[in-house]
């Protein structure tokens, strides 16, 4: 009633007497129902795509945010280098992170 009442788009509408009003309340469990199943789907696919975040404390009290994907811990390079005063390279020859 409410979308109808302030959307621009075209909502088919209904003439509110009381025979019709005693049935409008009876929708609104299906309506709640509907909304939960749709929300929990979402976060059963958000859940399962999205890796987990470990925190990496840093010894000037700064907190990271590392990854953990397949028991592995992966760690911002970039940000822990800079947190220690030191600048990182990118060597392409060897594929490999230089920290000086």
């Not at 940000?79 to 990182?88: C, D, K, P």
Request: net charge neutral; charged share 20%.
């Amino acid at each position: 009633m409410a979308f109808a009442m302030y959307s621009k788009i075209p909502m088919p509408g209904t003439e509110w007497t009381k025979d019709h009003m005693k049935y409008s309340m009876c929708f609104f469990p299906f309506v709640g129902v509907a909304v939960g199943l749709v929300e929990y789907g979402w976060f059963l696919l958000d859940v399962q795509s999205t890796p987990d975040f470990v925190p990496v404390y840093m010894p000037n009290g700064k907190m990271l945010r590392g990854r953990l994907l397949d028991n592995q811990t992966w760690v911002p390079v970039r940000e822990i280098a800079t947190n220690l005063g030191r600048t990182v390279s990118w060597d392409p020859d060897t594929n490999t992170v230089k920290i000086i």
